[in-house]
């Protein structure tokens, strides 16, 4: 089943003579429960696409859709709740709120739009991201492994079609970085959650089922790894 479906997406930075091609017709589409890898070097417009795929930003050309929403038909409140519910963002360096604690800044996104918080899944959540000594402390009281499994806590907890991750484990020693790619491909395996992460590192891409490669905005390969 497809859950997400990029169609002729471009992004224009400025204009005149000094426009970026971010991003240059960019198409594909991803399967419900695909582990794909987004990779290529710096200036070849993975941030951008990331912040597309998020609905974060909006693109000068082409479409989107996520679970059969075309999202940049959405107005801007449509769009953020939608994000809300359906995307779930992980960003490197974390994003956390630090005078929340580790059980406001994971619930955040659900009471924001006045949904009540599922305890048997947020316990069932916590209890996988071996969080539950850590829910009263706040960011800067955890290590920098701890943060980040708040931060997928929190893209999990309203269940949504898509995590997508921006270089998760850019900012952690290996071990920590081996620790938050196992969960993340917990999540994607035992709960069919599907998962696209941006890195430019080789080590992440030959974990993943699939690999789209970037090249100066366009997509340079896009290789199915794992049957
Ligand atoms: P990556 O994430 O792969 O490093 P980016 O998407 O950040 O690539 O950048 C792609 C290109 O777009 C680069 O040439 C970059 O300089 C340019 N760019 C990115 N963001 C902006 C911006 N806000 N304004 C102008 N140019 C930008
Ligand atoms: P983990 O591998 O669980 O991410 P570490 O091995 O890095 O954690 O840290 C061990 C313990 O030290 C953690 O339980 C955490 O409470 C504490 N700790 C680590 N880094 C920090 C920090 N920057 N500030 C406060 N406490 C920290």
Redesign the pocket.
């Known amino acids: 089943m497809e859950i997400l479906n990029a169609s002729n997406l471009s992004k224009v ?2 204009q005149g003579a000094t426009a ?1 091609n ?2 240059d017709d960019v198409s594909f589409a991803v399967n419900k429960g695909e582990f794909v890898v987004i990779i ?11 912040h597309l795929l998020g609905g974060v930003d909006r693109p000068t050309d082409g479409s989107l859709s996520v679970e059969h929403t075309s999202i940049f038909d959405l107005n801007e409140t449509q769009l953020a709740i939608f994000r809300r519910r359906q995307i779930g963002l992980i960003y490197q360096f974390y994003n956390l709120i630090p005078v929340l604690t580790v059980e406001e800044n994971m619930t955040l996104p659900l009471l924001l739009d006045g949904h009540k918080v599922n305890k048997k899944q947020f316990n069932d959540i916590v209890t996988a991201l071996g969080l539950n000594e850590r829910l009263n402390y706040l960011p800067n009281q955890l290590s920098g492994g701890q943060q980040q499994r708040v931060s997928i806590g929190r893209a999990l907890i309203s269940n949504p079609a898509l995590m997508l991750a921006d270089e998760p484990t850019g900012n952690l020693d290996s071990k920590n970085s081996n620790d938050i790619m196992d969960l993340l491909k917990m999540f994607n395996k035992t709960y069919n959650q599907t998962l696209i992460v ?1 890195t430019h590192d080789e080590r992440i891409a030959l974990q993943a089922d699939r690999v789209i490669s ?1 090249e100066d ?1 366009r997509i340079a390969k896009d290789e199915v790894t794992r049957p």
Request: glycine share 26%; hydrophobic share 35%; aromatic share 6%.
């Open positions: 930075y400025g970026v971010a991003l290529g070097p710096s200036g070849s417009g993975k941030s951008t696409l990331l941006i970037i905005g």
